[in-house]
């Protein structure tokens, strides 16, 4: 929403909002001229014609109720960033887990070739120190939300799908519904179009398959597809993956050709397999390879991805917004392999009732990577509780001795419980989309409080 609201400032236009609290990006929009502020009334619709909503907002929300009384336009969010989108040339990039960190590493490579796109992305670029940008070029990168389907609405010029994974069964019911609607977004795509799409994920690869016959019965009608991944069948191929620490390199082979290597400032297998996307993607709007690689090796990250949240009494903390069992097991993949000798302390907050419910036990699998592991309660977002469904379900599928994990349901408690679990040399993680990002800062907060420096009054250089 706010990435909405940041290029319709750009554009001239007056914008007004809400948020359910002050949260910093309210500020960051205020600095660029935005009337925004934490709570709902009604009477912030005074002098609003257009009112966009997110997916978050319930249907009784006091501002929501009074746009439609006064006979306002509202539109969804996706309605919203579609309108934005209108007269240039779409790129959505869509997928169940990595689209977030797709569409910023093509951005960055977009930019490093002097395009300008305009983009709005799900999470905040730290290179840039923003979520969103009106450019000068004509290309216009946005994270398409597949969450509600609302990603129907776009009609892009190239499309990226990462993976196509069972999620947001509280709006789908089945995993069959979830591969139906990206098959629905591969035929938004405008005549003439790409589709870009993972060999190595089997619902992608099945999409993929599926729009290449429907391209060769109607090459009119739908769009080209392009494969990329570790898999021989793929048309843009990862070889030599070497994890680095905190880095990770390889090398990209398109069409046969060996396009050099990469290294990226960012680890773990998943983000090189959204750079080989980010890459196929911008090589086939026309960015010379050599240009490509050398944006994905300048990309420093997105906030809340894998974020270095910073180090106290030897122990390094980390922060990620992953919140489905596949997110949550490649968080915990790159934890391993960040923490190279110590041990992993894994903090996890669930996101969404419904989630929960349906996915308790492949979390808890995801979870069972760690060497220790603290579960909180559920984040309830646009929810209502659910009778019986809490972290604890997540706790005890967790498949690791009782004593190396803890289900702690106080907010308060959680950063406690993993400081007094990490040691010198450990590194704590904390994980989910919920408001589990404060916890980090929470928990270095207690490394720093017995750390000797601070036992001793000492400080540091």
């Known amino acids: 929403m706010s990435g909405i ?11 007004s909002g809400s ?20 709570g ?9 014609g257009t009112v966009v909503a997110s997916s978050a907002i319930r249907a009784d929300n006091v501002e929501l109720v009074a746009a439609r009384e006064r006979g306002l336009r509202v539109l969804h969010r996706s309605q919203g960033l579609q309108a934005l989108m209108a007269d240039r040339r779409a790129v959505a990039v869509a997928g169940t887990n990595g689209k977030t960190t797709t569409t910023s590493m093509l951005v960055v490579a977009l930019q490093r070739a002097g395009l300008d796109p305009s983009f709005a992305v799900g999470g905040e670029l730290r290179g840039a120190g923003t979520n969103a940008h ?3 070029g004509d290309l216009f990168v946005a994270e398409a939300d ?7 609405v776009y009609e892009p010029e190239l499309s990226v799908v990462t993976n196509v994974q069972p999620d947001h069964l509280d709006h789908y019911r089945e995993a069959a519904a979830v591969e139906r609607a990206f098959g629905a977004f591969a035929g938004r795509v405008r005549p003439g179009g790409v589709l870009v799409a993972c060999a190595d994920d089997p619902g992608a690869a ?3 398959a599926a729009v290449a016959r429907a391209h060769e019965r109607e090459p009119g009608a739908w769009p080209r597809v392009v494969t990329y991944g570790q898999s021989s069948a793929a048309d843009v191929r990862l070889e030599d993956l070497e994890p680095e620490g905190g880095r990770t390199s390889f090398a990209l082979v398109d069409a046969g050709r060996r396009e050099g290597e990469v290294h990226l400032q960012v680890p773990g297998l998943h983000n090189a397999l959204d750079a080989a996307a980010a890459y196929t993607a911008a090589t086939r709007l026309g960015v010379a390879p050599a240009t490509a690689v050398a944006g994905l090796e300048a990309f420093t990250g997105t906030r809340r991805r894998f974020e270095d949240r910073g180090g106290a009494d030897g122990v390094r903390v980390y922060d990620d917004y992953a919140h489905n069992p596949a997110k949550v097991a490649a968080a915990v993949a790159t934890g391993r392999q960040v923490a190279g000798e110590g041990r992993l302390v894994a903090v996890f907050q669930p996101h969404l009732y419904s989630r929960t419910m349906d996915f308790a036990a492949e979390f808890g699998a995801a979870l069972g990577a760690a060497d220790e592991v603290v579960v909180m309660d559920v984040y309830a977002a646009r929810e209502d509780p659910v009778p019986g469904v809490t972290g604890g379900l997540v706790a005890r599928a967790v498949p690791l001795p009782p004593e190396r994990v803890a289900y702690v349901p106080s907010w308060g408690d959680a950063a406690r419980e993993a400081a007094g679990r990490a040691r010198p040399g450990d590194l704590v993680l904390t994980i989910g989309a919920g408001d589990v990002t404060m916890v980090a800062g929470e ?13 001793t009054g000492g400080g540091a250089a």
């Open 5 to 15: 609201a940041r290029v319709l400032l750009a554009r001239g236009l007056p914008v």
């Open 19 to 38: 948020d359910a609290k002050d949260v910093p990006v309210l500020a960051a929009l205020r600095a660029v001229g935005g009337r925004v502020a934490a």
């Open 443 to 455: 928990v270095l907060g207690e490394l720093e409080r017995r750390s000797p420096a601070a036992t």
């Open 206 to 208: 099945r999409l993929a």
């Open 134 to 136: 009106e450019g000068t």
């Open 40 to 48: 709902f009334d009604a009477a912030r619709l005074d002098g609003a």
């Open 146 to 152: 597949e969450s509600d389907a609302s990603f129907l």
